[in-house]
């Protein structure tokens, strides 16, 4: 059954660091997501993308964050500057169609130290 | 953003026992999904629904978008231990591309 990855699946960093997460979305699915559960927390929307363009993005997602598809599988997510606050399970999660359901990855933990 | 009311936030059930909860939003959803998940894990969807007044049920689950389309229930016959986790509704509006996560329901069964 077509999933989505993500890797890497627990990521630790030092804060005011770079951070890229990956995510290979399910090969014929044209949106794509960005969420993000803090630990205990629900979880929340980062950004949407589709047509190689962001379509929606939350509070959270501020200029600290970016996301790009670079290639016809690949979709990432960039934070520039690492928080502390920034520490998190990242999701990444796609669907086919407008009204369709999202399916989701298995996360990537990112840790700011 | 919009807010996704989920009741009950925790419960502790005997294996057996069926399971009933629900998910109160402040505005008109077109989409509602149920999702669960376990720790370290990402969500797993359960049940879509995409028409009010819709039932749908997967296996031993059932879910139903609210007639007002501003609700959806999720029932569990029968509860098994592996049914333990965390269980989220999420929601979609038409004006957007977005699904809007509950606050999670906490299942423990209990063997």
């Known amino acids: 059954e077509p999933e989505v990855t993500q890797t890497p699946s627990h990521q630790v960093t030092q804060m005011g660091q770079e951070v890229i997460l990956r995510c290979v979305p399910i090969?014929?699915?044209?949106?794509f997501y960005w969420y993000r559960q803090i630990l205990g927390q629900k979880v929340e929307f980062l950004v949407s993308f589709y047509n190689n363009e962001i379509s929606e993005k939350s509070e959270i997602f501020d200029d600290q964050f970016s996301v790009e598809r670079p290639d016809g599988s690949n979709f990432t997510l960039k934070i520039r500057s690492t928080k502390l606050e920034d520490s998190a399970m990242y999701f990444c999660?796609?669907?086919?169609?407008?009204?369709?359901?999202?399916?989701f990855g298995a996360g990537t933990r990112l840790s700011v130290l | 953003g919009q807010q996704l009311n989920q009741s009950p936030q925790s419960m502790f059930i005997q294996e057996g026992e069926d399971v009933s909860m629900n998910c109160t939003s402040s505005?008109?959803?077109?989409?509602w999904l149920w999702y669960k998940q376990d720790p370290g894990e990402g969500p797993v969807l359960l049940i879509a629904?995409?028409?009010?007044?819709e039932l749908t049920s997967n296996g031993r689950l059932t879910a139903q978008f609210g007639i007002t389309r501003k609700d959806s229930f999720l029932n569990i016959s029968a509860s098994i231990p592996s049914d333990v986790g965390i269980y989220f509704c999420a929601g979609q509006s038409n004006t957007g591309n977005q699904f809007y996560f509950g606050t999670g329901t906490s299942l423990t069964v209990i063997p």
């Open positions: 629904l995409y028409k009010a007044g």
């Open positions: 090969s014929n699915h044209l949106y």
């Open positions: 999660a796609s669907k086919w169609v407008p009204g369709g359901v999202q399916y």
């Open positions: 505005s008109i959803f077109n989409t």
